[in-house]
């Protein structure tokens, strides 16, 4: 019998979440398949089951994770001195465009995961209400309600434009997506 190091079950785990997002935002949650991710961990099909219950487990926990880990990159920007402004400034940048397999799942996925059982779109339903949240709380609006509003909108706006400035094949009109996004994000803030 094999002894591993304390910690391996969750570095493995870890490992085929990291796979799994990339490849997921790359190609798509229905062109991943368990065989393709599990071979770019470095690990037999068979150990997917020791460490999820199905794919839908898995999209689940790399959509849980991958959120979270972009809620993190967004506590750390509104802690800096440009606010919501740099978070909408790295969203909409040509770096975050260009990256789509590090870059926001929902942005990558948003379509699949409307096809996703109950479970999953709770979980992702979750994650985006926080970052809503976050949003929120740094516009500025005459009631929370205003506010949400324009969170709401901001984030759409986000996603959408980024969803687009990926989709087309003209550089310039990509970068122009971009930048005409973020202002108009930056204008819903309500900043001055």
Known sequence: MVRYEKGHKDETR???????ARQFRERGVSA???AGIMAEAGLTNGAFYVHFESKEDLIRTVLDDALARREQVWRKLEGDEGGLAAMIGDYLSARHRDDPGGGCPTAAI???????PA???STFTERIAD???RIAAQVKGPSA??????ALAIYALMV???QLSRAVNDKKLSDRILASGAAAARR?????
Do not use: S, W
């Open 14 to 20: 870890q490992r085929i979440l990291d796979v799994a």
């Open 32 to 34: 991943a398949g368990l």
């Open 110 to 116: 948003v379509a699949e995961v409307a096809r996703e």
């Open 119 to 121: 479970a999953t779109r």
């Open 131 to 133: 970052i809503v949240a």
């Open 145 to 150: 309600k205003q506010r949400e509003a324009d």
């Open 160 to 162: 959408g434009a980024l």
């Open 188 to 192: 819903l803030t309500g900043a001055p």
